[in-house]
T-cell receptor
């Protein structure tokens, strides 16, 4: 079956620093990857959609300069939270689609900015 | 814009009973409705997908219905077990892979 690996599973960083989160499709080629954030007891909110080799499409209200997305290959997408602040603390989840597997989600990354 | 609502934030049922979760949407019918399970601190896991021209889908103890007249999808877990306790999310998409919107989720607790 399709597996999406997300790393790290949790990270604590200081305010003002940048954090990179990786999302890899392990056994299929992900033509499209999605990035979500989820606040406690709330649903997943789509941040951006990325296709391999092209620029990501950001949802309204998501700062593209703050949340940098790179989908450099068919198996890897990265989300970099730049100049992180405490309000960026959240649960970030990626998902990937491709190869006829439908949607597969990563296990999520808990980001805490202190 | 379309909204996805799930009728209750939390649902408690007794082990062995059937759990029924509701997903309602506004405005136009989505082409696809999907149901996911999410455990605390984990990403969602895909369970079932139903298309707007399908009335019902089954997978083992799970059943999903789609009523475009009521603008509603029902998700049933029969013979529920404590291991079924989790948050269940419904999500709609207009095209497969696009315009994906999640509902707020229902936290199901199956009591032994």
């Amino acid at each position: 079956g399709a597996v999406v690996s997300q790393h790290p599973s949790w990270v604590i960083c200081k305010s003002g620093t940048s954090v990179k989160i990786e999302c890899r499709s392990l056994d299929f080629q992900a033509t499209t990857m999605f990035w979500y954030r989820q606040f406690p007891k709330q649903s997943l909110m789509l941040m951006a959609t990325s296709n391999e080799g092209s620029k990501a499409t950001y949802e309204q209200g998501v700062e593209k300069d703050k949340f940098l997305i790179n989908h450099a290959s068919l198996t890897l997408s990265t989300l970099t939270v730049t100049s992180a602040h405490p309000e960026d603390s959240s649960f970030y989840i990626c998902s990937a689609t491709g190869g006829g597997y439908g949607y597969t989600f990563g296990s999520g990354t808990r980001l805490t900015v202190v | 814009s379309q909204k996805i609502e799930q009728n209750s934030e939390a649902l408690n049922i007794q082990e062995g009973k059937t759990a029924t979760l509701t997903c309602n949407y506004t405005n136009y019918s989505p082409a696809y409705l999907q149901w996911y399970r999410q455990d605390p601190g984990r990403g969602p896991v895909f369970l079932l997908l139903i298309r707007e021209n399908e009335k019902e889908k089954r997978k083992e103890r799970l059943k999903v219905t789609f009523d475009t007249t009521l603008k509603q999808s029902l998700f049933h877990i029969t013979a529920s077990q404590p291991a079924d306790s989790a948050t269940y999310l419904c999500a709609r998409s207009i095209n497969y892979g696009q315009n994906f919107v999640f509902g707020p989720g229902t936290r199901l607790s199956v009591l032994p």
